[in-house]
């Protein structure tokens, strides 16, 4: 039997935040063939404001690994949004993970499992993991961490 | 009516910097089925010149957006050298915006709209904007801005 | 007459490392359609350990190509093992090399080229070299360089 992510967001009692208005010239989602790609998201919360701060500085490992997760609810919410039904999707197929770090810490991989684990729990282990790089860089508006995806889509009946 | 890009380019007055030479092992642009990938480019200057200098410390926000537009300008003038004609190409589907800044510079995205806003000029707001991500990094030759690309080509008649 | 990449490592005498258990929730490849998705590799010596440092610090230009070419070895070590015989592989589409380096650093694609030569030694000039952006930012275990890719594979006969 299909996963169905739709009800598992609500099984596991997610509460999505506001899908985020584009802050620049591009498109929340794009789909092309088969593929659905996702703008790079940050961290919203429930009322619409960005998580912020350095991992390494402000915010510690397990701090951003929280933003990473905050990532994926606000990514599912874009899609939802903008896209549709999350039963489209076939499965995650590459994610680009980045941390808006101190330039020696060196654990991106441990934060950006917070967004990776979310989506193995919404559309399954087999579907939901994918090709992964989780790396450090200097992020917008002094997030911690922003996420950017390409899912595969099923076939239209 | 489809929109022409050469067209548009002349009616704008843009003017191209010469195509750059690949900078180490790899291509300048690869076709793919119905995809054209462009390797990160650079803003190349009229006189085949790189800009330099860190958004942040030596260039402002605006400095870095005209960069950006730049940055564009080559692209183009590497599709145009190393593909053929842009009306080719369908649409932009996903752009990673890089700003060679320092690390509490926060408004990458208005950077890359220099990039971004070329793109709608040239290709049409429907075809020329797609997914992006605009994020903060340490670029090669200290220049200000390195975008790379994927577009989607009209199939072959 | 197609170029044999397995055999090609066995005549240039090329010592591949153990193939890296994955450091957090992701598949290390992924094949979807036609095209083969490779997580971002770090660059795992004979012996299972990381190769460390930062490039512009601890390691200079060279000892970063160096680190470069050995994320390489690393890669068909996990291609090899993870999906199989090399020769099923009909290109290198696209590379993101991203080296650990200081603020400062400027030959990123000096270094990542450690990579892209390998590449051409063993798929050819041809089919082994695709678009590519070389660039600096912070990178998990302190490693110096990162490369993740993607390839095109043959069509099942």
């Given at each position: 039997?299909?996963?169905?992510?739709?009800?598992?967001i609500?099984?596991?009692?997610?509460?999505?935040?506001?899908?985020p208005?584009?802050?620049?010239?591009?498109?929340?989602?794009l789909?092309?063939?088969?593929?659905?790609?996702?703008?790079?998201?940050?961290?919203?919360?429930?009322?619409?404001?960005?998580?912020?701060?350095?991992?390494?500085?402000?915010?510690?490992?397990d701090?951003?690994?929280?933003?990473?997760?905050?990532?994926?609810l606000?990514?599912?919410?874009?899609?939802?949004?903008?896209?549709?039904?999350?039963?489209?999707?076939?499965?995650?197929?590459?994610?680009l993970?980045?941390?808006?770090?101190?330039?020696?810490?060196?654990q991106?991989p441990?934060?950006?499992?917070?967004f990776?684990?979310?989506?193995?729990?919404?559309?399954?282990?087999?579907?939901?993991?994918?090709?992964?790089?989780?790396?450090?860089?200097?992020?917008?508006?002094?997030i911690p961490?922003?996420?950017?995806?390409?899912?595969?889509?099923?076939?239209?009946?």
């Open positions: 039997m299909k996963n169905d992510p739709d009800l598992r609500i099984e596991l009692g997610l509460i999505l935040p506001p899908s208005k584009p802050a620049g010239v591009y498109r929340p989602v789909v092309v063939g088969q593929f659905l790609y996702v703008s790079g998201q940050g961290p919203v919360m429930s009322d619409g404001l960005l998580m912020k701060g350095k991992v390494g500085a402000e915010l510690g490992k701090e951003g690994k929280l933003a990473a997760r905050q990532v994926g606000t990514m599912l919410s874009t899609i939802k949004t903008h896209f549709g039904e999350l039963k489209k999707i076939k499965r995650l197929v590459k994610v993970g980045m941390v808006n770090c101190t330039s020696d810490f060196d991106q441990a934060v950006i499992n917070g990776s684990e979310l989506m193995a729990e919404v559309f399954g282990e087999e579907n939901g993991i994918g090709v992964r790089s989780a790396v450090g860089m200097t992020l917008p508006s002094n961490v922003e996420v950017e995806a390409m899912f595969e889509l099923y076939e239209e009946q």
